[in-house]
Every structure is written in C-alpha cells, then in structure tokens.
C-alpha cells in the first residue's frame, strides 16, 4: 500500500466534495482503488471531502426549500 502526498490528499478531498455535492454514491471497488493507490490518509481525505459535499448539498436543498 502506498501513502499519499500533502497535495495528493487535497486532490482527494476536492475530489470527494465534488462527487459528494453531485449526490455520487459510494462505490466500494473505487475505495479499494483508492487505499490501494493512495493510502489510509488519501482514503481518508476522499471520504471526508465526500460527506463534506453531501452535506453541502443539503443545505443547499433546504436553502432552495426556505425561500
């Protein structure tokens, strides 16, 4: 297994957010492909940027609903 880079994470995290606000699901051979690649801390990053994305997504919903 590999580790990723500073700038490698921030990809990942980018990555993550974006696929996250465009409602993406989750793909668990993508995951594998990633720790294989990346790493925990690239894994990491991706997962978090994800659900950072979701919940971007989210508010944005409710913003949309409020006016």
Known sequence: ???????EN???Y???VNEGRAGE???G???LAI?????????RAY???HLEGLDDAMEGMEEEEGQ
């Not at 297994?1 to 700038?7: I, K, L």
């Not at 294989?36 to 690239?42: A, R, S, W």
């Open 10 to 12: 921030a990809n990942l």
């Open 29 to 31: 051979e993508e995951l």
């Open 47 to 49: 997962i978090v940027g």
């Open 25 to 27: 699901f989750l793909d």
């Open 1 to 7: 297994m590999a580790e990723s880079t500073g700038e």
């Open 14 to 16: 980018t990555r993550g």
């Open 35 to 43: 720790l294989d690649v990346f790493g925990e801390d690239g894994l």
